[in-house]
Structure formats: C-alpha cells, structure tokens
C-alpha cells in the first residue's frame, strides 16, 4: 500500500499552541511544517480570553503556513481533558443484507447506535472509540466487515467534555479562519501512540505535564479508561524560580530550560551562572544544585499531587508502569525523581521524528497519527482539504510522491458515523 494524505494537527496548550503538518503514508510520518507560539488567552488548560487565544492560533498557523509557503485549510483538534467523561457504550443492530455480509453501512448503524444514550445538555459528545465488535456473540473482533452473521455489536467508549469548553474551544477555531476535519481527546489520541501495545494493555498512567497543567491518561486492556486534570505544570516552577531569584519571568523560563535539574543528588554544585536581578544594575550567581532544590519541590508537590489521583481512582497497581512527556519532561533527573517518588517504572517519552523531537510535540504528533489511523480504518483516505488546491500542488512536485486524487462532487466515500456526530457541533456556529 502506498496512500498518502496530508494532515494539519492543532494543540492548543496554556504555555503554547503547536500546528503541525505532516504527511502520513504507510504508517510514517514525515513532518513538513512546524509552528510553535506562546499562547495568550488561556489558563490551566482552559480558554479565558477568546480574542487573545484566536491571535495565538492564527500566528501558530501563520508560522506552519511560512515554513513551506502554503495555506491551511483544515486541522485535527485536540480537545483537553479538563472536565472530560469516559463511560463504556453499547451498540447493537441487524445485518440486512441478504447475504449476510457486515459492510461499512453496519459499521456506521451501529456506531450510531451507541451514541442514542441520553447525554446531559451540559456535555458534549467528543468521540465514541470501538474496544470490540461482536458478531453473533462472537467477541473480540476488530473488524467485523466482510464477515457473515445476522448481529452486529459494538462495545465501546464514549468520550464526552463541557459544552462550555467546547464552544469555547470551537468558537476560537472558527474564528482563526480553519475548518475541523477531526476532533479527538487529547490524551487518548497521544497516548495511543506515546505507549507500547505492552503498556496500553497491562495497565499505564500515560502523564502529559505541559505549562499550565498536568494531564494523567490511565490505559488499560489497550483502551484509555480514565482521565484527570491537575492545575500544576512547568509554568509553576518558571513562576518559583522568578520569584526565588528575584529575576524577570522571562529570564527564569530560560534558566529552567538551560541550566535546570529536577533531581537535586544529581544536579551539579560546580558550574555557576549568572541571573540578572529585577530592579537592580546587578546580577547574582548560583549553581544548578541551588536551582534543582526549588525546581525539585515543586516537582515533588506534583508527583504526589499525582498519586492523590491514582488513589482517588482506585489504582492498587500500574504493571506497565508511568510513562511521562509534555515540555517539562525535557529536565534533567525528571525521571530519577519520579521513580523515587511514584515508586513505579518511569519511562520518558519524545516523539522521534525531525523538527519534533521534543517531548512537547507529543500529542501534535499523536492526533495526526491518530486521524491517519482512524481514517484508514473508516475508508477515509483521499478526502483531505488540509490545504488548498494550490499548495497542495507545490507538495507533489516537491516531494515528488504519489498523491491519492482530491475527492469530488461525483465521487465522494461514505460519510462514517464518526463524521456525522461532528454534527453536533454545528448548531454553536448557526
């Protein structure tokens, strides 16, 4: 096989909004346009100023855009896991075909069917993930179609969030001039990616620690079963060391980057540096060490902020242990603390792909290989409007592979059930 689609991925973080556009084939990855930008307009995850974080969306776009001279017309959004809802649904219908084959039409009834469960007005529906078709009491089938039978089930996992948080999210989208091909959980389309098939099925706290939050995905039986949202993340220890040092924010953010270290045995006393300080002609020197003792604290607040959680979730054990991404887990001796303190296997996760290698690009990379994945599935591939026409162009002449044919009028593939609930969200925008 060799099919190739563009895709445009949109996270929106509390410390920045990444845009990546990659072009998938034969399940790789090869990233072509990049935009990173500081994010204004929101806090703890959470959208608190429309305008602002509409100017940041559209510069981040603006820089993806820049990087290969096309324009963007469609992205993959990522929704947050703040206020998110995991339950189990249940889907089940007729086959009526008369020779009882199960094709993409009975896929599409029985996804429908799982979403007919009463919703409350306040929430939202963000995606319905399949753990296992059942065809005539047959279980565990990934892909029922081409198979023969009279009953088609479906168990799976509705994910639903805030409506509140939604429009907002969506509202911002619109706003910036793009249209959404896909929305997805953010957790569980990076987290999809960043575990091992091992991990996902043995039982794994999948940990995104960005700028203003940290979010905790727990994989169990290859499936994302729970989420939570702690208001903690790399914005904190930026805010500790500003406040320590007596240096500008700015100033604190790099030497976080530059010289911090999160496990205070490890982190060397030698080497010393100097930080400017706020309203004086005057600079103060420390070590690493003396940074790593403020840096570690607050880590140490977050990790067991961290097994509140896994308490409060009723987790006696995690066999695939921790795995850990997000920007702040670029520190040095991050996982050395984390292992001493969660007192479970720790692996640090960064995405390997070039331009992205950094593990704050986890769950960009992740909804562009998740929508791959799940159009694949679905029969999707070749609907792409990631961009326009015309740059759409310049990239077959300057990468010189085969382009699956843009769809037409005349010859459009079946619109999946996974689409159609996307309709759901048009009445925030009538």
């Known amino acids: 096989m060799n099919q190739s689609e563009l895709y445009v991925s949109l996270d929106i973080g509390s410390s920045s909004i990444k845009v990546l556009i990659g072009e998938m084939s034969d399940d790789s990855l090869h990233v072509i346009g990049v935009g990173n930008v500081k994010s204004n307009g929101i806090r703890k995850g959470t959208i608190v100023d429309i305008d602002a974080t509409v100017q940041s969306i559209k510069k981040a776009v603006g820089e993806a855009e820049r990087m290969i001279g096309m324009s963007i017309q469609e992205i993959v959004l990522g929704i947050p896991a703040n206020l998110a809802n995991i339950q189990n649904v249940k889907g089940v219908v007729a086959v009526n075909r008369e020779d009882r084959e199960i094709t993409d039409a009975d896929l599409d009834r029985v996804l429908e069917s799982a979403q007919v469960m009463s919703i409350p007005p306040e929430r939202e529906l963000i995606n319905i993930a399949p753990k296992q078709f059942i065809v005539d009491h047959l279980e565990e089938i990934k892909d029922p179609r081409g198979m023969i039978g009279t009953r088609l089930e479906l168990d799976g996992i509705m994910m639903t969030t805030s409506k509140t948080i939604l429009h907002n999210v969506l509202r911002c989208v619109e706003r910036a001039g793009l249209q959404i091909r896909e929305i997805y959980l953010q957790p569980l389309a990076a987290g999809h990616f960043a575990l091992t098939e091992d991990e996902k099925n043995h039982g794994t706290a999948y940990i995104d620690i960005g700028g203003g939050s940290t979010t905790i995905a727990i994989f169990r039986e290859g499936h994302l079963v729970n ?37 205070y045995d490890d982190a ?72 001493h303190i969660l007192q479970s296997r720790v692996r640090l996760y960064t995405p390997d792909y070039i331009g992205v290698r950094e593990p704050q690009y986890t769950t960009a990379v992740g909804l562009i290989r998740y929508a791959y994945k799940e159009d694949l599935f679905y029969g999707k591939i070749g609907n792409s409007h990631a961009l326009s026409q015309t740059a759409h162009n310049e990239v077959v002449a300057s990468t010189k592979k085969q382009k699956q044919p843009q769809k037409n009028a005349n010859n459009e593939n079946k619109e999946s059930a996974m689409s159609k609930a996307k309709k759901l969200f048009d009445k925030f925008f009538e």
């Open 227 to 263: 989420t939570s949202v702690i208001p903690v993340g790399g914005d904190h220890i930026t805010k500790d060391l500003s406040i320590v040092l007596k240096t500008p924010t700015e100033q604190a953010e790099m030497i976080k980057l530059r010289y911090g270290h999160a496990f």
């Open 268 to 339: 060397s006393d030698d080497e010393l540096f100097e930080v400017p300080v706020i309203g004086a002609d005057m600079k103060e020197q420390y070590s690493q060490r003396y940074i790593a003792e403020i840096i570690g604290v607050r880590l140490e607040e977050l990790f067991e902020l961290i097994l509140e959680e896994f308490y409060r979730m009723g987790l006696q054990d995690l066999p695939g242990g921790v795995v850990i991404t997000g920007g702040v887990a670029k520190l040095e001796g991050i996982g050395q603390l984390a292992r």
